[in-house]
């Protein structure tokens, strides 16, 4: 069963205007999320995160908002510009004590395609 | 460039081929995985490596093989591979730093292996 879910597979968006990539997540362990972006022929690249002990972190143009009750985050761009087409991967780790590491378990992805 | 440099970044290879994967970090981190994407579906952890040992193997059938020779450089080797098996396999590193909110997560990729299967 899929632990981390981006159900809407594309999203199309006029330059200027707001993309919200949503994200939904079902195992309370997760405590890091996280957003990653991926252009075609190339490896995703972190975005942003956000702690679970935070409700909204903001950089620039991109602000994630968490809603711990609900299980559910959300990733704003504004403005939308051409060059944010891409695939936007969300993603929620907790600390596995046994591997020693961060484990990251990923969506799907959304394809966001911005329109001059 | 993310640091992260995986070879080739194409390979055809037949059923009963063996050919290897392999991947290269000079970020100084100490966590490295290899991932699978085939189409249509998320992400999926195959295998994790911390400080040189494998902490977790996904489920990952035998005919993968991973190897990490020191904490810069993960191969994995590929034998019997089936045509499901196709999909983009990637690597990436992290620093995990329990405790200092440093490093959580934020795994470095790099740009992937297309692989087919034939």
């Known amino acids: 069963d899929q632990q981390v879910k981006q159900n809407s597979p594309s999203l199309s968006v006029q330059e200027g205007r707001i993309s919200i990539l949503n994200c939904d997540y079902t195992?309370?362990?997760?405590?890091?999320f996280l957003w990653y972006k991926k252009y075609p022929a190339e490896g995703p690249t972190f975005l942003i995160s956000i702690s679970s002990i935070k409700d909204k972190n903001e950089d620039g143009r991109f602000t994630v908002f968490l809603n711990k009750s609900a299980k559910h985050l959300s990733l704003h761009i504004v403005p939308s510009q051409p060059g944010d087409s891409a695939v936007y991967f969300c993603a929620a780790s907790y600390y596995g004590w046994g591997a020693g590491s961060y484990q990251l378990t990923f969506g799907k992805g959304t394809k966001l395609s911005v329109i001059p | 460039e993310t640091g992260v440099t995986q070879t080739p970044r194409h390979l055809v290879m037949g059923m009963t081929n063996k050919k290897s994967l392999k991947c290269e970090q000079h970020?100084?981190?100490?966590?490295m995985y290899w991932y699978k994407q085939s189409a249509k579906k998320p992400l999926e952890l195959m295998f994790v490596y911390n400080f040189k040992e494998q902490t977790e193997n996904n489920s990952v059938p035998s005919r993968f093989s991973p190897e990490c020779p020191n904490s810069s450089h993960l191969f994995l080797h590929l034998h019997t591979l089936q045509p499901e098996d196709s999909a983009l396999y990637l690597c990436a590193s992290s620093q995990p730093a329990p405790g200092t909110g440093m490093g959580r997560g934020e795994a470095f990729f790099g740009q992937g292996t297309r692989l087919t299967v034939v």
């Open positions: 970020l100084g981190h100490n966590a």
């Open positions: 195992n309370s362990m997760f405590d890091y």
